[in-house]
């Protein structure tokens, strides 16, 4: 069982903190839920304690842990092929999986696929919920900023879509041609 002030994640939802353990009736049940403060957003999700482990809830990864999956996300490799069903269907299944590696998987995949085509509906949500997953655990673990947290994920991720970026502006600046 999970303390309060533990650092905790929900596969579905991203990292927080435990904040209360609170009795819920539900019903006509009673038990014990955690009242988890999720590091992203301002919402407390309650998750029943007795089902916490079958619903993939874990502590968050160690300070070292997350520093190794940093160095390992610009080598990262995905697959731009697969049709919208298919891809769709499999990036869930990472990010149900809970595996930090999956979600950058399905956070890169998806920040290119936008880069070059753009997303579905269905897709920008499954991007900005993965991107939360994410960000959420590692800030929390190498206790950072999230919003610096984010901007560094998606520059180990995807770093020639944001100097492209960049180059398109400055190619599109006025030049100067009084030499």
Same mark, same amino acid.
């Given at each position: 069982?999970?303390?309060? %002030?533990? $650092?905790?994640?929900?596969?579905?939802?991203?990292?927080? @903190? @435990? &904040?209360?353990?609170?009795? *819920?009736?539900?019903? %006509?049940?009673?038990?014990?839920?955690?009242?988890?403060? +999720?590091?992203?957003?301002?919402? #407390? #999700?309650?998750?029943?304690?007795?089902?916490? &482990?079958? +619903?993939? @809830?874990?502590p968050v990864c160690s300070a070292e842990a997350a520093g190794e999956l940093l160095h390992k996300l610009s080598e990262l490799?995905?697959?731009?092929?697969?049709?919208?069903?298919?891809?769709?269907?499999?990036?869930? &299944?990472? #990010?149900?999986?809970?595996?930090?590696?999956? @979600?950058?998987?399905?956070?890169?995949? #998806?920040?290119?696929?936008?880069?070059?085509? %753009?997303?579905?509906?269905?897709? $920008? *949500?499954? +991007?900005?919920?993965? $991107?939360?997953?994410?960000?959420?655990?590692?800030?929390?673990?190498?206790?950072?900023?999230?919003a610096e947290m984010t901007r560094e994920v998606i520059d180990l991720l995807c770093p020639r879509g944001r100097r492209a970026?960049?180059?398109? $502006?400055?190619?599109?600046?006025?030049?100067? &041609?009084?030499?």
């Amino acid at each position: 069982m999970y303390q309060v %002030g533990e $650092k905790i994640v929900h596969p579905m939802h991203g990292a927080g @903190v @435990v &904040d209360e353990i609170v009795e *819920r009736t539900i019903d %006509g049940q009673t038990e014990p839920y955690y009242a988890l403060r +999720l590091a992203l957003e301002r919402i #407390l #999700l309650y998750i029943p304690v007795r089902t916490s &482990d079958s +619903l993939g @809830v874990r502590p968050v990864c160690s300070a070292e842990a997350a520093g190794e999956l940093l160095h390992k996300l610009s080598e990262l490799e995905v697959d731009p092929t697969l049709n919208w069903n298919r891809r769709y269907r499999e990036n869930m &299944d990472r #990010l149900r999986s809970g595996d930090l590696l999956e @979600v950058a998987g399905v956070v890169k995949a #998806l920040t290119l696929r936008d880069r070059r085509r %753009g997303l579905s509906t269905g897709e $920008k *949500r499954m +991007l900005s919920l993965s $991107k939360q997953i994410l960000t959420s655990e590692l800030a929390l673990a190498l206790d950072r900023e999230p919003a610096e947290m984010t901007r560094e994920v998606i520059d180990l991720l995807c770093p020639r879509g944001r100097r492209a970026k960049k180059e398109v $502006k400055a190619e599109a600046a006025p030049q100067n &041609d009084s030499e």
